[in-house]
């Protein structure tokens, strides 16, 4: 599984597939605020925060402020829409895995509900770790949605439970996570599931 390539229903360029901006939610209100509440326990208040794969909101509780957040995304109209970021940067994870940070940058990250487009993730995944301090978590949420001619192939093999196994498989592959666990915060049967793994940085 390290560093393979996972294939996809259509390959063509992301750039062309995020070039129109889509100000819209992937998950329903109930599934944002289990994510909002996984980042209150998890992602450390006046942190500097990585949001990988990031749109116009980031589902940071409004509460708490950080020193900085960082958005990495697709689509620079819905990143600059994003009240939250401190400062964003059009990257395609899926061209460049590589992260354009230091060593050590980041109290903590995290990947809402479009893990399942990266087609290297245990590559991009051990970029996070090397940018993370050391104990730093990262926050991995997602559900059952998704664009699915852009999801990888595996993913639509794969009932709820198969996908959480593969992305703690993910992460274990990154070889720089420790204390990898995952979560169903699913908030009721009539709602969209929300499952989580997260790991922290070694």
């Given at each position: 599984?390290?560093?393979k ?27 944002i ?70 060593d ?46 852009k ?14 196994d ?37």
């Amino acid at each position: 599984m390290s560093d393979k390539t996972f294939p996809r229903q259509d390959d063509r360029p992301d750039q062309e597939f995020y070039a129109h901006p889509r100000f819209v939610t992937h998950i329903d209100d109930p599934a944002i605020k289990s994510v909002t509440q996984l980042y209150r326990e998890f992602l450390p208040p006046d942190g500097a925060i990585l949001d990988l794969m990031s749109s116009w909101i980031s589902h940071l509780p409004e509460e708490i402020a950080y020193k900085k957040v960082v958005g990495l995304g697709m689509n620079q109209s819905e990143l600059s829409a994003n009240p939250r970021l401190t400062s964003n940067l059009v990257h395609d994870l899926n061209i460049n895995p590589s992260l354009p940070f230091k060593d050590k940058e980041f109290d903590g990250a995290c990947i809402c509900v479009s893990v399942d487009y990266l087609t290297k993730p245990v590559s991009v995944l051990r970029e996070i770790g090397r940018v993370l301090r050391p104990g730093c978590p990262l926050v991995i949420t997602f559900s059952n949605r998704c664009f699915p001619t852009k999801a990888i192939s595996v993913w639509h093999t794969m009932d709820d439970r198969g996908r959480v196994d593969l992305v703690k498989g993910f992460l274990g592959q990154a070889g720089n996570f420790r204390d990898i666990v995952s979560m169903d915060r699913s908030p009721h049967p009539d709602t969209d599931p929300l499952y989580a793994v997260i790991g922290r940085s070694t």
